[in-house]
């Protein structure tokens, strides 16, 4: 008998919109001031409220993994979405600063929240990883391939933080936020996403130690190679290149104007950056959603913790169009259209 071909039973059915059905975001308690990081680095409140717009940050405690910071903003972004956590189908956590090189720090999440039932793994795409992450769930949702997908984005970046290099050290802090995607059988959700990577940067943003090419050595941690190196110039200008390229191809692919956007969720790295973008793309700077005053820069977990405190303190409201944007390491952009 001739064998018939494999037919996929997802392939007759017609591509799902996804939404949002959910978020939830968690930060240490511990706060770090400006204040606080002038009495040890030669800084001063001035220098990096002018340059950056960071008022404080947050550090996770000594035992506070990222797992641990990434399952409570989970937690709440499933108590949200009114589901229970056996129902998620795969769970992606973006992290540059994962629990362990392996395994995946996704299924530390899972053990802690209890997801028996999701595939697990991470995303290594910096502070872009959770739009990728949001772009991954859509394919699989939107294939018939899984109904449910949980994304998180969580840093513990104070554990990579080089505390005697000023032109780093008062960047960052940590936090997690989380979003748990599904098909809502209504047309609000993501529209459209655009995601790009140039590796010809990958020297301007990286931390040398650790991996393959430099594993961890007395003498390497000796020269800092397990810390942060930026060069935050260099950054700054690609930062501002890639997020307006990212907005204009994630509107243009939305078939909608910046005009239409009632809110812009950006990375949260530099406020002078986020001006910038105001300005090129024509967008008055209230329409940007930033809390990078109270938290620094929480590399994957920032556009998450920002698009839940939207979220939660109804700046952003059903029917809305928002614009999610981002760049990180890499270098690597995302910008996301949704219809909340
Ligand atoms: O998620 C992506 C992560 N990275 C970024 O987003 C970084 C993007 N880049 C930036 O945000 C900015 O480039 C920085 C905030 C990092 C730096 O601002 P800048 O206006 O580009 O300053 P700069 O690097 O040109 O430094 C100006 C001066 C230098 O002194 P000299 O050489 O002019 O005497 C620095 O040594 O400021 C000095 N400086 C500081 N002074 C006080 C650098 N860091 C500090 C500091 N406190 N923390």
Wanted: net charge positive; glycine share 8%.
């Amino acid at each position: 008998m001739k064998r018939q071909p494999r037919s996929s039973p997802r392939s007759a059915k017609p591509l799902r919109t996804v939404s949002i059905i959910g978020t939830g975001s968690y930060v240490p308690e511990k706060v770090l001031t400006n204040a606080d990081l002038s009495r040890m680095v030669d800084t001063s409140d001035d220098w990096i409220t002018t340059r950056t717009g960071i008022k404080e940050r947050r550090i996770a405690a000594k035992d506070e993994t990222t797992s641990e910071m990434a399952a409570k903003a989970a937690l709440r972004a499933i108590e949200q979405a009114k589901i229970s956590a056996k129902e998620i189908n795969l769970i992606l956590v973006a992290t540059a600063t994962p629990d362990m090189l392996f395994p995946a720090t996704a299924c530390f999440v899972q053990k802690k929240i209890g997801a028996t039932n999701a595939a697990c793994l991470d995303i290594s795409a910096a502070c872009a990883g959770f739009l990728f992450g949001l772009e991954i769930a859509q394919q699989f949702i939107t294939s018939h391939t899984h109904d449910t997908v949980l994304v998180i984005g969580a840093e513990k970046l104070t554990s990579i933080t080089n505390w005697t290099d000023r032109n780093t050290c008062v960047l960052f802090g940590d936090g997690a936020g989380a979003a748990v995607l599904r098909h809502r059988g209504s047309a609000h959700g993501v529209i459209s996403t655009h995601i790009g990577t140039d590796g010809h940067y990958t020297d301007i943003l990286f931390m040398p130690g650790g991996g393959s090419r430099c594993p961890i050595t007395r003498e390497n941690v000796d020269l800092n190679l397990n810390t942060i190196h930026m060069i935050g110039k260099e950054v700054y200008k690609q930062a501002v290149t890639a997020m307006i390229r990212a907005s204009k191809k994630a509107l243009e692919q939305a078939g909608l104007s910046i005009h239409d956007i009632a809110c812009v969720i950006p990375h949260q790295a530099n406020l002078r950056i986020i001006e910038a973008i105001a300005d090129r793309i024509g967008i008055p700077l209230e329409k940007f959603y930033v809390n990078l005053d109270r938290y620094g820069n929480t590399s994957a977990a920032a556009v998450a913790i920002a698009l839940d405190e939207a979220n939660r303190s109804g700046r952003i409201k059903p029917g809305d169009y928002i614009l999610m944007v981002v760049f990180g390491a890499g270098l690597t952009w995302a910008g996301t259209v949704l219809e909340w």
